[in-house]
């Protein structure tokens, strides 16, 4: 009996062990490799993170990644993982993504190119339990690479007519004149144009990176995280409508207030009480979840 007993402990125990060290270096030097053959449509993602305003964030998406990975170290390198040979096709199509996106000069598809070749290396040298393991760093590199422009602009005019017309209405209601035409809105001392810039679509983008980010590091619950997603669309919104309105009235009372260093001073400002609001949010739904999770059966 304890023979046997001790025959099963060591199969369960030879199931359970941890990959050797070079299975590790070995990984690594296939991420390095696909790094090195994507590296032109990487460093122009770089430079686009530093030319473009709305993807500020884009430095800090990596980074995030890989400490959300270093903190779970001990449990990924604890588990044994096995090849899985449908990675190869996935590299082999992303491959293929890349050449097309090459051909027909798509950066979007060029630069999503190297997440399914990421995706396939794992899936194929770590199988199915490494890819869940890493599956929500993995997804949260999709934040580093900008929107397409065809779906930008779908998304940035109707955000800058509702911010038009929310700061219409509460300006009106405050007693200052205003006569809006679209995006742009006719005041006493000048006329406010809501350009892109002011679409909010910028803090929409990074506060729904952070408010993943934020789930994931400050929350065990696996739902919190789309539940914070989707509550990032209206505080977004609602906030970059309010910074609008904001300017409209700093402008009455100074031109220069709508311009400038003090407009940048308040998009930070409308972005950190964006940012509260966010965990205001977590707080009231953990409380309403606590009392539903400890009602009376």
């Given at each position: 009996?304890?023979?046997?007993?001790?025959?099963?402990?060591?199969v369960?125990?030879?199931a359970?062990?941890?990959?050797?060290?070079?299975?590790?270096?070995?990984?690594?030097?296939?991420?390095?490799?696909?790094?090195?053959?994507?590296?032109p449509?990487?460093?122009?993602?770089?430079?686009?993170?530093?030319?473009?305003?709305?993807?500020?964030?884009?430095?800090?998406?990596?980074?995030?990644?890989?400490y959300l990975?270093?903190?779970?170290?001990?449990?990924?390198?604890?588990?044994?993982?096995?090849?899985?040979?449908?990675?190869?096709?996935v590299v082999?199509?992303?491959?293929?993504?890349?050449?097309?996106?090459?051909?027909?000069?798509?950066?979007?598809?060029?630069?999503?190119?190297?997440?399914?070749?990421?995706?396939?290396?794992?899936?194929?040298?770590?199988?199915?339990?490494?890819?869940?393991?890493?599956?929500?760093?993995?997804?949260?590199?999709?934040?580093m690479?900008?929107?397409?422009?065809?779906?930008y602009?779908?998304?940035?005019?109707?955000?800058?007519?509702?911010?038009?017309?929310?700061?219409?209405?509460?300006?009106?209601?405050?007693?200052?004149?205003?006569?809006r035409?679209?995006?742009?809105?006719?005041?006493?001392?000048?006329r406010?144009?809501?350009?892109?810039?002011?679409?909010?679509i910028?803090?929409?983008?990074?506060l729904?990176?952070?408010?993943?980010?934020?789930?994931?590091?400050?929350?065990?619950?696996?739902?919190?995280r789309?539940?914070?997603?989707?509550?990032?669309?209206?505080?977004?919104?609602?906030?970059?409508a309010?910074?609008?309105?904001?300017?409209?009235?700093?402008?009455?009372?100074?031109?220069?207030?709508?311009?400038?260093?003090?407009?940048?001073m308040?998009?930070?400002?409308?972005?950190?009480?964006?940012?509260?609001m966010?965990?205001?949010?977590?707080?009231?739904?953990?409380?309403?979840?606590?009392?539903?999770?400890h009602?009376?059966?």
């Amino acid at each position: 009996m304890s023979q046997t007993a001790t025959a099963s402990e060591t199969v369960a125990g030879e199931a359970s062990r941890p990959n050797p060290p070079v299975f590790w270096y070995a990984l690594a030097a296939l991420i390095a490799g696909a790094l090195l053959v994507y590296l032109p449509t990487l460093s122009f993602l770089v430079r686009n993170w530093i030319d473009d305003e709305d993807m500020g964030h884009g430095f800090f998406v990596p980074l995030v990644a890989g400490y959300l990975i270093w903190v779970k170290r001990d449990k990924i390198l604890q588990q044994e993982y096995t090849p899985n040979y449908w990675g190869l096709p996935v590299v082999l199509l992303g491959a293929i993504q890349m050449l097309v996106a090459h051909l027909g000069v798509e950066l979007f598809l060029a630069r999503v190119a190297f997440l399914v070749t990421l995706v396939g290396i794992v899936l194929f040298y770590g199988g199915t339990r490494l890819l869940r393991t890493l599956a929500f760093p993995l997804g949260l590199l999709i934040f580093m690479i900008p929107i397409p422009a065809i779906i930008y602009n779908q998304i940035t005019f109707p955000l800058q007519l509702f911010a038009s017309q929310v700061a219409e209405v509460t300006l009106g209601f405050l007693g200052i004149p205003v006569l809006r035409e679209g995006n742009i809105l006719e005041l006493p001392s000048q006329r406010l144009s809501v350009v892109e810039a002011c679409s909010g679509i910028r803090s929409l983008l990074a506060l729904s990176f952070l408010s993943l980010t934020y789930a994931a590091v400050f929350d065990d619950k696996r739902w919190m995280r789309p539940v914070l997603l989707i509550m990032t669309v209206p505080i977004a919104i609602l906030s970059n409508a309010f910074r609008v309105t904001l300017t409209g009235l700093f402008s009455e009372v100074n031109p220069e207030f709508a311009k400038g260093l003090f407009h940048t001073m308040e998009g930070s400002v409308i972005y950190l009480m964006s940012l509260a609001m966010l965990f205001l949010t977590h707080r009231l739904i953990n409380r309403a979840w606590s009392r539903y999770a400890h009602r009376p059966a």
